[in-house]
């Protein structure tokens, strides 16, 4: 029988087990697995812009994706200082939320809620995104949290609804620590280089501002 999409979940699983189940299932897929699963971050990164752009009452024109896990999001415009601002970090701080999200209504029960509003979130998304990584990435994660959401059973979806809090979560520090990592190597490289000090700076703002033009 189908739980109702905004009912406590009830499950005779140990909350504590599942929790720590999940976070290893979900730190394997974002850590060591981070170069296939990268674009589910991702678009969870570009959508943190999206949305907080959108209530902030800019128009969302459309999204993309790239296949080494970029993306951009475009607005019609160019945006007030006052909105640019917040709407650069939450893609930065998207991912975390949308965890954090998650997380609260898997703690109390509401597991398959979690996945609705996953879904909501990317039916949405299906409007602005273009590009080929994008018309595949999105629709097969919509398709997979609705046979979650619809068909499995109970005591897999509390699994599952902690691994992809979880995920998310873990994905938004590790997509941080790949931009740091991603920077200081440019750097020590370009220290190393004769020429040294003054091309290692150069080559970081250039790292930086490249991660930074990528992932807006």
């Known amino acids: 029988m189908t739980p109702v999409p905004l009912a406590a979940t009830v499950t005779d699983a140990?909350?504590?087990r599942?929790?720590?189940?999940a976070a290893v299932i979900a730190w394997v897929g974002a850590v060591p697995m981070y170069v296939v699963t990268n674009l589910a971050a991702t678009v969870a990164h570009e959508g943190g812009?999206?949305?907080?752009?959108r209530l902030l009452g800019q128009k969302v024109t459309?999204?993309?994706l790239q296949r080494n896990g970029a993306g951009a999001t475009y607005f019609g415009g160019d945006l007030p200082w006052a909105v640019s601002i917040p709407v650069i970090m939450m893609g930065h701080l998207g991912p975390s939320a949308f965890g954090l999200g998650a997380a609260w209504l898997a703690v109390r029960g509401y597991t398959v809620a979690v996945f609705w509003?996953?879904?909501?979130f990317l039916l949405l998304m299906l409007f602005v995104v273009r590009g080929p990584v994008g018309w595949l990435v999105v629709p097969v994660l919509t398709v997979l949290l609705f046979l979650v959401a619809v068909y499995a059973e109970a005591d897999t979806q509390v699994l599952l609804a902690y691994v992809w809090a979880w995920f998310l979560l873990i994905a938004a520090v590790?997509?941080?620590l790949?931009?740091?990592?991603n920077a200081v190597y440019a750097t020590v490289t370009a220290m190393a280089a004769p020429g040294g000090v003054d091309r290692g700076r150069l080559r970081c703002i250039r790292a930086a501002a490249t991660q930074h033009q990528l992932r807006q």
């Open 49 to 53: 812009h999206a949305l907080l752009g």
């Open 62 to 64: 459309s999204i993309r």
């Open 178 to 181: 790949v931009v740091m990592r």
């Open 18 to 21: 599942v929790a720590v189940l």
């Open 174 to 176: 590790e997509d941080s």
């Open 117 to 120: 509003a996953s879904l909501a």
């Open 14 to 16: 140990d909350p504590v």
